[in-house]
């Protein structure tokens, strides 16, 4: 217990918002009422952008120590953002609310770790870090069940309750959080290849936004597209942007496409949250046994089994049952996001040439510009074919993905073989 830190309520409350409430209600206030599902696509796109914004973010805090202040002021920002978007109506206004929401949420989240590995010594980093991400994810299961007892008649109520949720955790931040001393300039930026533990709903975590892309090691990445870490890469953003198309609409998608209320939806979501934080364990002593590349071909086995049973069941309207199969394919979709997170983690470190800072910092780059196509591609296939379309969207992409770790699989099977 003298790892947690009072300061950790503020993350938990942020998770409420941005990893639990947010997804839900967004999406239901841009298209619960069978408006365009493109426009939703749009808003979680627009959002999905913090997310490559964030090393800007981390940069500022360690050149100017803005660390209480990017902390709090991302919070209050967050919160003004979703007041606007209560009052907005315009799809141009939401979009540009989107984005600032997704800033909002990065420039609070990206200097969490800072407050623990400038501040403690590395002995102790595993411990706190793994109660701030739980702390995290227990405030998105918070946030899930919230969404839920609001559904889509007091959605904009929702955005409501988590404007006021951020403004509590941006005064209770700025109250227990001091700017720690700044690192020697010679100091190494330390790696932490802890797996992101919650669904990637959200992408805009603490854990997410720690590293940074370097940016000679993205310009390297066009040569090395036929590395194991190119085409390691290349597998995450297909198999990740296949699960975006569901993510991003999912309550929405839920609703029209399989008569699956939001309260029902956002409670199927928060039990898969839940099992799923139970799993990382497991995951990563299995990746030690059989290797990360074995883990994630199970991972992404069971989103490919999950993916086609949506799709099937979007071609059987009159399927007796519909409705639980659905939720019952979703569950399943975030359950495997525990083993896809441990070795996704771990491959990115361990395969990367410039370095495991560098290579986790391209992976995180790589999950955002997923989420933002994923996103995109998901509300423009729903309006054009329905939301069958956005099945087979995300069946592509993890068919594609594990093809690849297939075929992949004996060169870079000595590489990858590594623990999570």
């Not at 623990?116 to 002995?123: G, K, M, N």
Request: aromatic share 8%; with cysteine; charged share 10%.
């Amino acid at each position: 217990m003298n790892r947690i830190e009072s300061w950790y309520i503020a993350y938990a409350l942020q998770g409420t918002v941005v990893a639990g409430l947010i997804p839900i209600a967004l999406p239901l206030v841009v298209g619960g009422g069978g408006g365009n599902p493109a426009q939703v696509g749009l808003v979680m796109g627009a959002l999905s952008l913090g997310g490559l914004v964030a090393p800007a973010f981390g940069s500022l805090a360690d050149r100017y120590r803005l660390h209480r202040v990017l902390l709090s002021g991302g919070l209050v920002a967050l919160a003004a953002g979703l007041v606007l978007f209560v009052l907005a109506s315009s799809t141009a206004a939401r979009l540009a609310l989107a984005l600032e929401l997704g800033l909002a949420a990065a420039a609070s989240a990206t200097v969490a770790n800072l407050f623990v590995v400038e501040a403690h010594p590395e002995p102790e980093w595993d411990e706190r870090i793994g109660w701030l991400q739980t702390f995290y994810g227990g405030g998105q299961v918070a946030g899930l069940l919230l969404a839920g007892l609001l559904s889509l008649s007091h959605a904009l109520a929702g955005l409501a309750v988590a404007a006021a949720l951020c403004v509590a955790a941006a005064i209770q931040g700025w109250m227990t959080t001091r700017t720690p001393p700044a690192p020697p300039a010679t100091a190494p930026a330390p790696v932490l290849a802890h797996p992101v533990r919650h669904c990637e709903a959200s992408a805009l975590s603490p854990q997410r936004l720690f590293h940074r892309p370097d940016l000679r090691a993205l310009a390297g990445q066009g040569s090395t597209l036929r590395s194991p870490f190119g085409g390691f890469t290349l597998l995450w953003l297909a198999s990740f942007g296949g699960a975006s198309t569901i993510f991003s609409l999912y309550p929405v998608m839920m609703q029209h496409g399989f008569g699956v209320a939001p309260a029902r939806s956002s409670a199927a979501f928060a039990l898969a949250a839940t099992l799923g934080l139970l799993l990382y364990s497991p995951a990563g002593r299995l990746a030690e046994r059989l290797g990360s590349l074995r883990v994630l071909e199970i991972g992404l086995l069971m989103r490919l089994a999950a993916f086609s049973g949506l799709a099937l069941l979007g071609l059987a309207p009159a399927l007796a049952g519909r409705s639980y199969l659905a939720m019952g394919s979703f569950v399943v979709i975030v359950l495997a996001w525990s083993p896809l997170s441990v070795a996704g983690t771990a491959m990115a470190a361990e395969l990367s040439p410039a370095g495991k800072g560098a290579g986790l910092g391209i992976f995180n780059a790589a999950t955002a510009v997923a989420g933002l196509i994923g996103a995109v591609a998901a509300g423009w296939a729903a309006a054009a074919w329905g939301y069958t379309a956005v099945s087979g969207l995300a069946l592509a992409g993890v068919a594609f993905g594990l093809a690849w770790a297939v075929v992949r699989r004996p060169a870079d099977h000595g590489a990858n073989t590594g623990s999570a």
